[in-house]
């Protein structure tokens, strides 16, 4: 596990999920929305540029079914069409999809530079799936990585890109509906931030169970919902600090839980379903430049970038599904940024990565 202790250091300190208040306790401090109308900033609002909603050309999405692109839009902003018991929170527009990019990035660095945690041996991969693979970067890497193997990434919204290696593939699925791969088919299987999607982690592992062949693995990396810090900087009187409690509070409303991390819902799905071997491990990921370690300093740096990139397209639907108004929800946001680019406050969130095999 040399490796994984490399990511440990880059990433350090290692910690196991501390004694943390429950998703109803955590929601319980949320400060309405008319505090950050009340509180407005008093130095202009460092909001980011808007730059323009993306659309689909036809010509390369003639293959896709029609209903696929039957998007819905909010306040402006893109969002994913019905797809069987779909729901998630994220925009689909370009915005958002340069936000994945740079996080995947961002991922990756966290991890140094490895794609995945199990023990995986080339050449014996043979068939391996992404399960809301987004913008499909991690996949592309990692049919890269592995040319000998077959590698599909699925997802609800057809954002992938067209040249991509030519052992992998895209298709439109619901990972929340019973999966309609053939048992025992996959050597690996792999999902990353699927937090805030996926009702029941129960079930979702239980159908990775199946489709994986004895001896395979299945592996799944999730992040904290909340922003953290050390030193007190982060209070539940900030923007950054109130970021956990909206989303706390929003899954109420969608029963698709944000705090699945510090629920531990990757490891009990895992051990209920039948894995074996499992491991884990969790890393801080900072926000900002304020850490002194020049690793952590561009984590920071990166983590910013995936934030500026598009603030609006993470929270806008559970802000509105609680509730709040566009200006509300746009306050809110100014106070955000203008938080995060002050460099005072030293926020972080957790990552847990968890990896286990199916018995042969
Ligand atoms: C935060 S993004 C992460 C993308 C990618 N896994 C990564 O780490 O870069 C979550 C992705 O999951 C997809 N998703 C959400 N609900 C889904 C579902 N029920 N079935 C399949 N994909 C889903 C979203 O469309 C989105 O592309």
Known sequence: MADNKAAEKASSPRRKSPASPTPEEEAAGILPPQHWV?????????????SAIGTLDPSSTAS????????????GRRYHSEVGNAEYW??????????MDINHHTMTLACDG????????????????????????????????????????????PIQPGWVPPNLKFEIEDCTLPWTFAPNSFDYIHMRWLIGS????????????KACRPG?????????????????????????????????????????????????????????????????????LPAGTWPKDPKMKELGQLTQMVMEADTEG????????????????????????????????????????????KPE
């Open 114 to 157: 490895k794609l995945y945690q199990a023990p995986l041996e080339k050449g014996k991969v043979r068939k391996a799936l992404d399960v809301g693979t987004g913008t499909g970067l991690w996949a592309i890497d990692f049919a890269d990585e592995f040319p000998e193997a077959e590698v599909i990434g699925t997802d609800i919204s």
């Open 314 to 357: 993470y929270v806008l639907f559970i802000a509105n599904t609680l509730g709040w108004s566009r200006d509300e929800i746009q306050v809110y946001l100014a106070h955000f940024r203008r938080e995060a680019r002050q460099g005072k406050l030293h926020p972080y969130y957790r990552q847990k990565v968890i990896w286990g095999r």
């Open 90 to 99: 994220g925009a689909n527009d370009e915005r958002q999809s340069e936000s």
């Open 38 to 50: 009340e509180t407005a900033p008093s130095e202009g609002d460092d909001g980011d540029a808007e």
């Open 216 to 284: 395979g693995w299945v592996e799944s990396l999730e992040p904290e919902c909340k922003f953290e810090s050390d030193d007190d900087t982060v209070t539940d009187h900030t923007a950054v600090g109130q970021w956990g409690k909206i989303f706390a509070e929003g899954q109420k409303k969608t029963g698709r839980p944000f705090t699945v991390v510090r629920e531990d819902l990757q490891r009990k799905g895992m051990e209920e379903a039948g894995f074996v071997d499992i491991q884990e491990f969790e890393f801080k």
């Open 198 to 209: 996926i009702p029941d982690w129960s079930q979702l592992l239980a159908e990775a169970y």
């Open 64 to 75: 896709i079914s029609c209903s696929i692109l039957k998007y819905r839009t909010l306040h």
